[in-house]
């Protein structure tokens, strides 16, 4: 599942491509990702252009020209691709939104996520997005927020990194990659943990995610032909994914554990 900095990849492609090109057609193929009845939402798009493109937690936000906000969930498999308006894949998009410039702006497999249209520019408002917690990066978010919000919990650190209604957007592999970067066990409690430890947490959470947006994250799926930026995060990875491989630091094997429904990635030796 795409994480911030995929988001971040996909929000700086959005605003490099789309911006105020008016919506000129509609294609849905998939109603059930929409959160209103289909003519509603061609009748309240078509016309529109982007104005702005936002990110909130794993969520991204179209500002329309009406007021109107889209907000966009890619979940497991969902991905976004800026198409010329006669590509054969159009036929597989879920939506579809085709632009005045002759491209189209396909959203594909949004099956367990979503595209919902509010009636406002205030996305603070949106229900899907209310009940997130801060986000890491986030100019207020200190250290000393961070170790508070921590305190408040008990259980283990990498479910806890990565639950949306305590700190917004970090999924599964940067929460592998935050506690390698720790030198921190996935298991570990935090009530166990000293506020060294969880201050540590907390500058690698915000070094690695910005070093992740500015390589373009890790996910599998170009925006366009032109993309050159999708994925270049993946070479840096250190443990995600790296089952049986050698740890960068001492050499030992890579070792994968379920903790808290998810997998985590983590050397034995270097993590305590
Ligand atoms: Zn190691």
Partial sequence: MPEIPEIETVCTHLRDSVLNSPI????????KCLNIASESFISLVSGQSISAVGRRAKIILLTLSNHHTITIHFMLEGYVQLLKSDDPDLS??????????????????????????????????????SNIGPEPLSEDFTASHFLALLRTRKGMIKPLLMDQKLIAGIGNV?????????????????????????????HCLRSILNQAIYRGGVYDRKYSRSDTLTGGYVPYLKVAYRTDGPCYECGLPIQTQRV???NAFYCSNCQH
Avoid: Q
């Avoid at 491209?103 to 595209?115: C, D, H, M, R, V």
């Avoid at 506690?179 to 166990?192: D, H, M, N």
């Fill in 24 to 31: 000129t057609g509609i294609t849905i193929n998939r109603a």
């Fill in 92 to 129: 597989h998009a879920s939506v579809a939104l085709c632009l005045s410039t002759d491209k189209t702006l396909a959203f594909f497999k949004i099956n367990l996520g979503y595209i919902h249209l509010f009636p406002t520019t205030d996305w603070r408002t949106i229900d899907d997005v």
């Fill in 174 to 202: 940067y929460s592998n990659e935050v506690l390698f970067c720790s030198r921190i066990l996935p298991t570990r409690k935090v009530k166990e943990m000293t506020d060294e430890e969880l201050s540590h947490i907390y």
């Fill in 260 to 262: 808290g429904g998810r």
